[in-house]
């Protein structure tokens, strides 16, 4: 069974520090993650994939994710924080059937302060 | 570019009620998933569908629920008796590959 755990509830930075929202992830297989974001009143936006090409995945807006099968993490990353980051991630991985279902992680809120 | 679209983006409707929503995936896409978000909580798998029939379900999506590609652009998920517990976000998501393509969501309120 696949499944991922978001380590933090809610992160809080400051505009132009760095930003690091933890994901862990188990898997019966080589996984496909995924990051996607949520702004306040908006869908879900795909931020950044992983499908066992690169292990470091460069996304849009600046943020890029690290692959490490040691540590079954895949942690989100981005070197400095932007206001317009304030949103919800989530962290997810597919279940690789032909489907690709998609398992969510409970999700973490990141708060940029000014 | 080409997105996901959902209809209504609000829905307010009383217990009992039964309730289709709307969505229109990308057009070359080949399978189309349901997915809620209760408040507060995570997004949860409810189904998917590919070649005209589901192809996997979650245990939440119950006889209550069901969804059909009524012709060649729309793709809806309806519930025919709706209970205060459905109120949700409902979120539709196309694919070709292993990257889905979410909708803005439809959020339904059960009165």
């Known amino acids: 069974a696949q499944s991922v755990t978001q380590l933090d509830s809610h992160v809080s930075v400051s505009e132009g520090t760095p930003v690091l929202l933890r994901c862990n992830y188990s898997s019966s297989y080589s996984p496909s993650l995924f990051w996607y974001v949520q702004h306040p009143n908006k869908g879900l936006q795909l931020l950044l994939k992983y499908t066992s090409a690169a292990t470091l995945v460069k996304g849009i807006n600046g943020f890029e994710a690290e692959f490490k099968k040691s540590e079954t993490s895949f942690h989100l990353t981005k070197p400095s924080a932007h206001m317009s980051d304030a949103a919800e991630y989530f962290c997810?991985?597919?279940?690789?059937?032909?489907?690709?279902?998609?398992?969510f992680g409970t999700g973490t809120r990141l708060t940029v302060i000014p | 570019e080409p997105e996901v679209t959902q209809t209504p983006s609000h829905q307010v409707t009383q217990m009992g009620q039964e309730v289709i929503l709307r969505c229109v995936p990308i057009s070359n896409h080949l399978y189309f998933y349901w997915y809620r978000q209760i408040l507060g909580q995570k997004v949860e798998f409810l189904v998917s569908?590919?070649?005209?029939?589901?192809?996997?379900k979650s245990e939440i999506f119950d006889d209550q629920f069901s969804v059909e590609r009524p012709d060649g652009s729309n793709f809806t998920l309806k519930i025919r008796s709706t209970k205060l517990e459905d109120s949700a976000m409902y979120f539709c998501a196309s694919s070709t590959t292993n990257t889905q393509y979410f909708g803005p969501g439809t959020r339904l309120t059960v009165l």
């Open positions: 569908f590919y070649n005209n029939e589901i192809s996997e």
């Open positions: 997810v991985v597919s279940d690789q059937t032909g489907a690709n279902n998609l398992f």
